[in-house]
């Protein structure tokens, strides 16, 4: 059998660089609760993503949750169906109303055309999803918040370095949310951040990371546990130093797979958008079953036998969950569902050889009928 490949690789750093770093550790007995690492990260992923402030947080999903908590919304939220759980349940966990706005069909963002039409006077925010990385029609939405008075926080857990129209991707909106799982671009084992402009939102974070604690006495905020370790911001650091040369890689990767991908007929791949420096987090292909003659499954199950594991992102759509108990219409949502019924994520990481690019798309191309 050939060598296990699978949809994600972490990167690391070199043993002694981490070892480096948490040595300090073994002096100060300090592990966590915004010690000198975390406030080293803090201060170096201000500077690299290019935004006003940054609050780190133990993982992605409790950073947007607790964000959606510090801006004090109720009622409806208009959302995507077509992204991981954790956009939903960060919503619904805050006991908000998810409202699913469906998604464009070139860039499977939020089609900004369809969001006015679900605003009622319950509405009080956006929370759309740079998705794969690919970029919201940011003006838009601003345009529509602004007109509406409604709080724009952005999922950008796949947009980890995105610059857009030369600003960090995160100084867009009121916040955006990064995650530094293991799984993405940039990993702090676990992690995740909060970008924002807003100097009040420091604070607010700060203590709702933090239980709600205001100082020794003083507890005024029903906080949750999120803050990020010692351990998890000293991965940070030394990723960091390396994030260019990996996203360079990965760059080589995407321009093998459009290579060998692009021109063929029944499979869509999406391009780099305009004014956009992209992260090349993931590489989503959709199979046009009746043109490219092999379903999405029948290509999965395929690279499975191989041994090679692609993923079905974004499927199933979180407004079909179990858990929702058929509460939303996904009848609502066409182009998300169609979409999900016929998306692979194929492998893609910093260290993925170009033979074994190769590999895949030999693999995918066999299932071609002609
Ligand atoms: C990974 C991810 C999250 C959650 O981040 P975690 O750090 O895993 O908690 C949220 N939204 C999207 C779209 C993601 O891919």
Redesign the pocket.
Known sequence: MKEKILVANSSMPEFEEYMEEIKPLWNSHWLTNMGVIHQKLEKQLTDYLDVEHISLFS????A?ELAIQAFNLSGEVITTPF??A??THAIVRNGLMPVFCDINKEDFTIDTNKIESLITDKTTAIIP?H?YGNICNIKEIERIAKKYDLKVIY?A??AFGIQYNGRGIGSYGDAS?F???A??VFNTI???AISFGDNQLEGKLYRLKNFGIRDEVTVDGVGANAKMNEFQAAMGVCNLRHVEEEIEKRKQVVNRYRDRLQNVKGLYLTMDQENVRSNYAYFPVVFDETVFGATRNEVCDRLKENNIFARKYFYPLTNTFECFNGEYNVEETPIALHISKRVLTLPLFADLTLDNVDRICDIVLSLQKI
């Open positions: 993982n992605g999903h409790m947007l992204t991981f954790s956009t999803v998705v999922d857990a796949h949310m995650s530094f799982h799984t993405k676990e992690g995740g």
